[in-house]
């Protein structure tokens, strides 16, 4: 059977859900065999193990200092090693620019965004800001595909005992120096790009996303939000959806006093159910919504949480 690639950037003892659709799909198309981003531990190995992992490879060092490019040689030098038929990666920032140079080192086609793999490898992959679904193929080398969240449904895996290889990173070539780092704190909330449910809110809060962020907490949601929101300094930049911020692609999206613009769109479109809550029924967001509410925003968050707080509760 044909080694699949995963690239699991940061191993953990509770693998995420990326991590485990990631795992599914590689499942799906033949032997999955990780590489880790990070030194491994008896407990990661286990953790990955459980997620059927045929073999595991980890670098011997942290690759902190290197950034990418220790990650991208690493990755590379495995996919030789056992051979990949393919290379999944998250559809991450760092994902897609680690693909992109393990694509320069593999001599081989790069393909981001998927939301499905086929069996032969054809990747379907939605483009021009959720606009059109596309078929592509690599024509060229080993396929390295980035698989964005939400695309696969995690399956359970007959749990395996995996060997690790850990390997020594040398050709990461000249890099920058990380002259310090800060731990961001916990929100307590899912992370923005791996969550099933978002509720976003923009110039349509004035200032207050209290009620966003109660919405958010009813339904076990991550918070997100329009560019005027985070231009405005109303909340980081983190958090911003759109062209110019995170792609999203949940399950279903919430946005709250948004106007819809294409930029925001293209960061949300491909989501599977949008609801708008915007008090002009002519937003252009009305446009895209599956289901959308004509009202002011501090009335109707507020009571659809407590509404939902009431059938929970
Ligand atoms: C190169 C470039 C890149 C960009 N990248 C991004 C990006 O990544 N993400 C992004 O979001 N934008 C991006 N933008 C900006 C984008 O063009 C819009 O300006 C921005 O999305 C508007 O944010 P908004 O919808 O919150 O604000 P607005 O367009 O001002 O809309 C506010 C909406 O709130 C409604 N509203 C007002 N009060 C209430 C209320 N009390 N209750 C309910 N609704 C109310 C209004 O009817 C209106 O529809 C980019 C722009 C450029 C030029």
Redesign the pocket.
């Known amino acids: 059977m044909a080694n699949i690639l995963v690239f699991i950037n940061t191993p953990t003892t509770q693998p995420g859900k990326a991590q485990r659709e990631l795992l599914t799909l590689a499942h799906r198309l033949g032997e999955p065999v990780v590489v880790f981003g990070a030194p491994a531990t008896d407990e990661t190995v286990a953790a990955i193990g459980s997620l059927g992992a045929g073999a595991v490879y980890a670098p011997s060092t942290s690759l902190d200092a290197t950034l990418i490019a220790g990650e991208a040689a690493l990755v590379a030098g495995v996919a030789r090693t056992v051979e990949a038929a393919a290379v999944l990666l998250p559809n991450t920032a760092d994902g897609k620019e680690i693909a992109a140079r393990v694509g320069i080192k593999l001599s081989s086609g790069v393909i981001t965004d998927a939301v499905d793999v086929a069996d032969d490898l054809t990747v379907t992959k939605s483009v021009l800001a959720g606009g059109y679904t596309v078929s592509a193929r690599a024509t060229h080398g080993t396929p390295v595909i980035t698989v964005k969240p939400n695309s696969v449904e995690p399956a359970e895996a007959t749990a395996t005992s995996p060997a690790l290889t850990n390997v020594e990173v040398t050709d990461a070539g000249p890099a920058a120096t990380v002259a310090s780092t800060e731990d961001k704190p916990a929100s307590g909330r899912p992370a923005l790009q791996d969550a099933r449910i978002v509720v976003s ?6 200032g207050d996303f209290t009620p966003v962020e109660e919405l958010a907490d009813a339904l076990g949601a991550a918070v997100g ?7 405005a300094g109303w909340i980081e930049h983190s958090y ?6 995170k792609t999203v692609s949940p399950q279903l999206y919430i ?10 769109k ?2 949300m479109q491909t989501s599977q159910v949008i609801v708008a ?4 029924e002519d ?3 009305f446009e895209i919504a599956d289901f959308g509410i004509v ?6 968050l507020p009571q659809a949480a407590a509404e939902i707080k009431r059938r929970q509760g």
């Open positions: 809110g923009g110039r349509g809060l004035d939000a329009s560019r005027a929101a985070t231009d911003q959806v759109g062209q110019t911020g946005c709250a006093g948004i106007s819809g613009a294409i930029q925001h293209a960061g809550v915007n008090s002009d937003a252009p967001i009202g002011d925003v501090r009335t109707v």
